[in-house]
């Protein structure tokens, strides 16, 4: 191997050359790079292909790097050198790294999926290419697209770091309920650029086409170098009607999606738990108080709140909740603004405070009836102080909380334990997140609790007809936010001509109960004609949202029997479907006379 060039496609990491080839910059040449991605009702399935060239009289090695939304699952690679294509395998995880620590003692290395910041994730493989050769690199990944604040996205991430002949991200969206607005973005955009972007939308429909030549790609006419460097972003939500929501239905299988709007937002009974432990100094704890200053004026006037501040010793601005008035609310931002970093880390003992201060408010009738009570910890370390056992506070938390309350933790760096907040999160009702140390710290906070910040229902029960249904995800949610949506899927038993649904749910004004009937043969012909769908899209989206949540559930399970059957269950699926998940590995396979075996893992959070 003479040299080492990095084909960076859609990639993370910048274009390196080894010292002795940087004349060389571009000897590894991508003549064609194509990102062609099919979004049909939400479910997004993409292709990356990329064609590239040795372009010298003597073998250089090409790393083929990619990154992809960490929702996505990886679905197939393959590479094709010289006309020969070398298929990766989906296979258990055991199984794999067996396979992959026979080859590491002979010598060969793994390619990885590692962590990409915050929403994306890197596919890494390399190959030897001899000279003058060919390959075509081929990536395949799906995903949900979930809505969040009133809004879908499909990211793309753009850095070929060099000019490409035949670039173009070519993606087709087809939603039947009706596209309701559409808008493309960019972080690299120019005047040059806009003119190779076309869109074309009617009523269920899009096409978003971005075809740059040669000389719109450079920055300027006399340097080779390329103005692709950056995110690309489609950004759309769907027409809605007030009802049970729209069901989908193909080759037996359905989805159903539940957004309802113009709903009236329950008051909140928030407690903001904030870690000012001595590990926070510094932009930490900047950050976290710009955040809180920010929420706190995001607070509704029916709104009740409280601070808890926690290092070796928990503080409180107030001994119990308060509305959130215009003065109840200059209050607390006078308090934040004195929040410093110090001392230990006494996690357990400041979130059974936050409990109990919700029960002392809800015995003494200070919070309103129809109301929403939630805990959002802040936390950037381990327990260091008072209760140190995990599990412990584990235990202690949800017994406190008792199903009461929701629980929602964010981590803040990496030095947290992520897995332990997620577990305590999931146990009551909540989710977490990590917080990313970056600038943007205090609006990725401020945007998180905007996702929580309109509850509008509670209690959602969605129901079917037992008898017509074979196979079905989870059908029950605690809570539904503004601008979000719940989305159930599932296997329709072959005898039934239709599909009934009921909806019962708490609003802030009333018990409510939607009712809707699917007729399984027109629905099915929705989707007959759309040349560019591929026609099992339902079944897997089904799959791939069983296994996310028998992944999660397996997070809080008590009792290990039935932790082992759900992520028994979840291997079985991600291997029928061939999803690279937690639980499988891609074997990628290479000529026999390079290192043979590269293997791709799923990251997690934690």
């Known amino acids: 191997m003479e040299g080492r060039v990095f084909v960076a496609v859609l990639v993370f990491s910048s274009l390196t050359v080894l010292t002795e080839n940087t004349e060389h910059k571009n000897a590894i040449e991508i003549y064609s790079l194509h990102v062609d991605s099919l979004v049909t009702s939400r479910f997004a399935h993409t292709v990356i292909t990329s064609r590239i ?90 995903e949900l697209l979930k809505r969040q604040l009133g809004k ?57 086409l971005f075809k740059p030549t040669i000389a719109q790609q450079k920055k300027s006419p006399e340097l080779e170098e390329t103005r692709l460097d950056g995110d690309f972003i489609i950004r759309y939500d769907v027409k809605r009607r007030v009802n049970a929501g729209d069901i989908q239905i193909v080759n037996g299988y359905f989805v159903h999606y539940f957004a309802p709007s113009e709903m009236p937002t329950f008051p909140k009974n928030v407690i903001f738990v904030v870690d000012q432990s001595g590990s926070m100094s510094g932009r930490k704890i900047e950050q976290t108080r710009d955040a809180l200053l920010k929420i706190l004026e995001d607070l509704r006037p029916e709104d009740h709140f409280s601070l808890i501040t926690f290092s070796s010793r928990v503080s409180e601005w107030r001994n119990s909740l308060l509305q959130a008035t215009g003065q109840n609310v200059e209050s607390a931002k006078r308090y934040v603004k004195t929040i410093m970093a110090h001392g230990g880390t006494d996690i357990n003992k400041a979130l059974l405070t936050a409990a109990d201060t919700l ?17 959002i910890l802040l936390t950037d ?23 009461k309350y ?26 977490a997140r990590r917080i990313y140390e970056d600038s943007d710290s205090e609006l990725q906070l401020q945007g998180f609790y905007q996702e929580v910040a309109t509850p509008v229902l509670k209690d959602i029960e969605i129901q079917y007809p037992e008898n017509s249904i074979l196979e079905l995800t989870q059908n029950s949610f605690k809570l539904f936010f503004d601008g ?109 006379d390079q290192q043979k075996f590269q293997l791709a893992n799923k990251p997690t959070e934690s």
């Open 359 to 375: 029960d002392k408010a809800n015995y003494a009738e200070i919070l309103q009836a129809q109301s929403i009570s939630m805990i």
């Open 152 to 208: 879908y996205e499909l990211l793309f991430k753009v850095r070929p770091k060099q000019l490409v002949k035949q670039f173009q991200i070519d993606v087709h969206i087809f939603e039947p309920q009706g596209i309701n607005f559409l808008k493309t973005d960019s972080t690299f955009m120019t005047n040059e650029l806009t003119e190779a972007l076309t869109k074309v939308q009617n009523e269920t429909k899009a096409h978003i």
């Open 484 to 592: 979000s949506e719940i989305v159930v899927a599932g296997k329709i038993d072959n005898e039934v001509d239709v599909l009934p649904v009921e909806i019962q749910a708490l609003s802030h004004t009333s018990n409510l109960t939607f009712n809707e009937e699917a007729n399984v043969r027109e629905k099915e012909k929705v989707f007959q004609h759309q040349k560019y769908i591929f026609g099992n899209f339902i079944e897997r989206l089904w799959a791939y949202l069983t296994i996310q949540q028998l992944l999660e559930k397996s997070v809080s399970a008590q009792e290990e029997q039935l932790k082992n059957s759900q992520v028994a269950r979840a291997l079985e699926l991600s291997l029928k479907y061939s999803f690279v998940t937690s639980l499988t590995s891609m074997v990628v396979t290479k000529p026999d």
């Open 53 to 142: 060239v040795n372009t010298l009289n003597k073998s250089q090695e090409a790393v083929f790097e990619v990154e992809l939304p960490k929702t996505a699952f990886i679905t197939n690679f393959s590479m094709s050198i010289d006309g020969v294509t070398y298929p990766g395998t989906i296979k258990e995880k055991k199984s794999a790294q067996e396979q992959y620590d026979t080859a590491v003692s002979h010598g060969q290395s793994a390619g990885l999926v590692k962590a990409a910041g915050r929403k994306m994730e890197q596919f890494h493989v390399s190959v030897n290419v001899a000279a003058a050769s060919k390959v075509t690199f081929q990536l395949t990944y799906e």
């Open 381 to 403: 370390g381990q327990p260091t102080v008072g209760v140190e056992d995990v599990q412990t506070i584990q235990q202690n938390i949800q017994k406190a909380i008792n199903g």
């Open 406 to 431: 929701v629980l929602y933790c964010l981590g803040f760096g990496f030095d947290v334990s992520y897995k332990f907040l997620e577990k305590m999160a999931l146990e009551n009702g909540g989710i």
